[in-house]
């Protein structure tokens, strides 16, 4: 069985996905068994397997986003420079 570092290292080195399927199983099983580091380790393996997804559906999500027009950019840009500018005069 691995120890909690060795687990928290292979997560912090490598995507879950991209592991050896033993490696895998042992990690999933550590993780499930182990009150010490599981909550932990299931969140960084959630996250991979998030980021994962997303990467692998992005262009097709990108399709749906709204577009801004040109104008509203530059209004927001004018917006955020004056709010910036507003709140380095007060520090």
Request: hydrophobic share 30%.
């Amino acid at each position: 069985m691995l120890t909690c570092k060795q687990v928290s290292n292979a997560l912090s080195r490598e995507e879950y996905e991209k592991m050896p399927p033993m490696r895998r199983f042992f990690l999933r099983l550590h993780v499930k068994l182990c009150f010490v580091c599981g909550k932990f380790n299931r969140q960084v393996m959630e996250s991979q397997e998030m980021c994962r997804c997303y990467r692998e559906h992005e262009e097709e999500l990108a399709a749906h986003r709204p577009k801004l027009e040109d104008e509203r950019k530059d209004e927001l840009k004018a917006l955020l420079a004056s709010q910036s500018a507003s709140s380095k005069s007060g520090e």
